[in-house]
């Protein structure tokens, strides 16, 4: 292993131009590269230099290899994204040329690894895709970049999906990205979860929606409608405004266990102290059971919020 060379020391002292110069009059970059620990672009990201974008830009060119991860489980790809150091379009152009020499959209950071350097003891939490990173940032370029590069759009080697990492986050723009991309609606992540489980408000529920999202479709072991799911799970005035304006049989529905929307929400209710949520159940009650009386099935698609 080599450990001192000019072109490390100019990478290490984000001097361009002797970095340029060193490139040049190298015969081999890969050989030097496989010579070095982590290799040449690792080495590049372990600096704290203005310049260490395009280094890992002008690396990649020559033929530093790009797939590998740090000591903590985190690949070249994940480690740009994640980074508030530096310029964004300098971040966006050193991506495409990691992307363009071969680097893996898909690889993902290796979370079990981050904990065994640090001596953690609980369980792995999963691997985390370069997608769920961009989607939780909303950074809306790279997101484009990497699908463009061939990242799958559910990322199914990750504990989270893209589309539920964009949807808890409240990403707009990567939750269409990823839609229009493929991403599927149904797709059921490493954490058991379908990227609906995670909607925080009406807008978000909206853009699902016109893609396909149904709250009658079922989900999990005991084949709970989602809408028996979010009842658990998103804010209160989501859920209102979700209910109020999309008021259907569906809440009616058991589930495998025997258990419908009303009684989730009566057991997540049953603590406050304001009348108001009881009496909002009796109402829907007592309009389920005019519309019972009346012969309606429900079944129709309610007026948009």
């Keep these: ?9 100019a990478i ?4 361009i131009s002797l970095i340029d110069k060193e490139l040049l009059r190298l015969k081999n970059v890969s050989e030097l590269d496989r010579q070095v620990p982590d290799g040449l672009i690792q080495r590049a990201l372990r600096t704290q230099n203005n310049s260490r974008m ?3 830009s002008l690396l990649a060119h020559m033929g530093a290899r790009v797939n590998i991860p740090n000591r903590f489980g985190i690949p070249p790809l994940c480690d740009i994204l994640t980074s508030s150091l530096d310029n964004v379009s300098d971040k966006l152009r050193a991506l495409s040329s990691l992307l363009k020499a071969g680097a893996d959209p898909n690889e993902c950071v290796i979370e079990s690894r981050v904990e065994n350097i640090f001596g953690y003891t609980e369980k792995s939490h999963g691997n985390t895709a370069p997608l769920c990173i961009a989607a939780q940032v909303g950074d809306l370029p790279s997101l484009e970049l990497l699908l463009s590069a061939g990242a799958h759009p559910d990322a199914p080697n990750s504990l989270f999906s893209p589309l539920r990492v964009a949807i808890r986050y409240q990403q707009y723009s990567c939750i269409s990205a990823l839609l229009i991309r493929g991403a599927d609606i149904n797709y059921v992540d490493g954490e058991k979860s379908v990227a609906l489980t995670s909607i925080k408000d009406c807008k978000t529920f909206d853009l699902m929606e016109d893609a396909g999202a149904s709250l009658v479709a079922v989900h999990g072991e005991n084949l709970e409608p989602l809408l028996q799911v979010i009842c658990l799970s ?4 989501t859920l209102l ?3 109020g304006a999309r008021f259907n049989h569906t809440i009616w529905e058991r589930d495998r266990n025997g258990e419908n929307a009303i009684g989730k929400l009566w057991r997540r209710w049953s603590t406050q102290k304001n009348e108001w949520i009881p009496k909002l159940i009796a109402d829907w009650e007592e309009a389920f059971l005019e519309k019972a009386t009346a012969g309606t099935s429900g079944k129709g698609r309610p007026a948009r919020l």
Excluded: A, E
């Excluded at 292993?1 to 020391?9: E, F, Q, V």
């Excluded at 290490?12 to 001097?15: F, K, Q, R, S």
């Excluded at 998103?234 to 005035?237: G, I, N, S």
């Design 234 to 237: 998103v804010p209160d005035d």
């Design 12 to 15: 290490d002292n984000g001097d």
């Design 241 to 243: 405004r979700l209910l």
């Design 54 to 56: 395009h280094t890992i």
């Design 1 to 9: 292993m080599i450990t001192s060379h000019p072109l490390l020391d």
